[in-house]
């Protein structure tokens, strides 16, 4: 081959690299993910980071006139929309009793109330090496309920969010949550999670709970269905009337084609609450203190300071002989 020719090749196996990574773009670390719907971040906390292929983002903005509804979550993954935050503009005047399961949590049966002063809070921020937790008080938003309501959200590399609600109500109330994924979604019949695999991502979302007291998602038919076309309703609980209840809900969320073996446990202590995932048959663990004033918290052995603990096992390389 002449030295032009090798050249010539050169620059065309350069221009398709170039071409393929133009195409695959929106599946890279580090490009911006937009907002569902084109409205932009703003009323939204966003975990990992605000330009990230992967992006679990909340809402915090409790004003009427928010373009979403506080405390409820969207999840966008390689390009796809995987969840939606309901918009504020679908509510009909009677939102508030009829079409109460917009919103994500609800706490003796109705959702937060809405007002500027009500909006949630960042708490907490940490992060470690592969992993990132920041945590919200959505106190005032339920306040004539509960005495505390803290929501903290765990991001650990590459595929997983873990939320964690802490409630602790003023006396017993019931604890119900609300998610409205797309209507592909199926359940699980012997895990009682929620499964999805669409074009481009695929998701698992999981209630780790203690033995015997399965937390199970069921579908169910209500008025968000017309209001949100090619969604469904999918409910968690109902729960017993408690005075104080943690709640684990893990998202697992991968491209489409990729293994995608998850197991989880829930874990307990007097200071902790978290769980064990196996990904592709490799354990994590994520630990969540309870008691906020307090220093140091352990989970099965596994100390930890500050308001969250990640451990990640990762085997150790063989030496080449």
Not at 129 to 153: H, N, Q, T
Request: some cysteine.
């Amino acid at each position: 081959m002449s030295s032009k020719a090798g050249k010539l090749l050169s620059f065309l196996t350069l221009a398709c690299a170039l071409a393929a990574c133009a195409a695959d773009q929106s599946l890279r670390p580090g490009t911006n993910v937009p907002s569902a719907g084109g409205t932009g971040h703003r009323d939204f906390l966003v975990i990992p980071r605000a330009t990230n292929w992967l992006q679990f983002r909340i809402c915090t903005n409790a004003a009427p006139d928010s373009a979403h509804l506080v405390n409820t979550f969207e999840i966008e993954a390689y390009g796809e929309s995987l969840l939606q935050s309901p918009r504020s503009s679908l509510r009909p005047q009677s939102l508030e009793l009829s079409n109460a399961f917009l919103h994500n949590v609800l706490v003796n049966g109705a959702g937060p109330k809405l007002a500027l002063t009500n909006s949630m809070t960042v708490i907490e921020r940490t992060s470690g090496p592969e992993w990132a937790y920041v945590a919200l008080d959505a106190s005032a938003a339920y306040g004539d309920r509960v005495k505390v309501f803290r929501r903290g959200l765990l991001f650990v590399e590459p595929d997983l969010f873990v939320l964690h609600d802490h409630l602790v109500g003023k006396e017993s109330v019931t604890f119900q949550m609300y998610l409205h994924p797309p209507a592909a979604t199926g359940i699980d019949p012997i895990w009682h999670d929620l499964r999805l695999e669409s074009s481009n991502a695929g998701f698992r979302i999981h209630a780790p709970a203690a033995r015997h007291a399965l937390r199970s998602w069921e579908r169910i038919e209500s008025a968000v269905d017309a209001l949100l076309p090619g969604t469904t309703t999918m409910r968690l609980g109902p729960t017993n009337k408690i005075t104080q209840l943690d709640v684990l809900t893990v998202f697992a969320v991968y491209p489409t084609g990729a293994t995608n073996d998850y197991a989880f446990k829930l874990l307990e202590s007097n200071n902790a609450v978290g769980a064990r995932i196996h990904r592709q048959g490799l354990p994590t663990l994520v630990a969540f203190r309870i008691d906020p004033a307090a220093e140091g918290a352990s989970l099965t052995g596994f100390a930890f300071r500050g308001p969250v603990g990640v451990d990640v096992f990762k085997p150790k390389r063989r030496a080449k002989p």
